[in-house]
């Protein structure tokens, strides 16, 4: 197992941090609503931001390995900025559109269509807060 570590530290800390919110986000939502929904393994949105634990991980690892003033870790800090505005801003905002849209697709005044928008797709702050905490967390773990 030392040889994987060895291998590329960074891209394991940033893969745990990702695959570990995935199975929180569903654990929280099992819990918190009192209902499997499996589809939270895998899909976007919810608490807490699997994005967000991997940008922060990968970020925080670049840092711990080649140093905080490193051109690797600005060009990766710059990176997770883009991706943390994107969860909170844009992606949320497409989110409350799809729930818009699948109210308006379920009137009467619309033609049927066939499947729903998905909603979980953007974080709430909180959501992006928690999976910043919990990429720093995991990224410390492997330094």
Do not use: C
């Not at 690892?61 to 003033?69: E, K, V």
């Not at 709430?124 to 928690?130: G, K, N, R, S, Y």
């Amino acid at each position: 197992m030392q040889w994987l570590l060895d291998s590329n530290r960074v891209l394991i800390s940033a893969v745990t941090a990702a695959v570990t919110a995935q199975l929180l986000k569903f654990l929280i939502y099992v819990v918190s609503r009192h209902e499997p929904r499996y589809d939270r393994l895998v899909g976007a949105g919810g608490m807490p931001s699997s994005h967000s634990a991997m940008v922060v991980a990968l970020v925080s690892s670049i840092g711990y390995q080649y140093g905080w003033r490193s051109g690797e870790f600005a060009i990766s800090a710059v990176f997770g900025l883009i991706v943390l505005y994107d969860a909170i801003h844009v992606r949320r905002v497409v989110g409350l559109q799809s729930r818009y849209l699948n109210l308006v697709s379920r009137s009467e005044y619309v033609a049927d269509i066939d499947r729903d928008f998905p909603e979980f797709v953007g974080h709430t702050p909180w959501e992006v807060a928690a999976g910043t905490i919990w990429g720093l967390i995991i990224s410390k773990l492997f330094y």
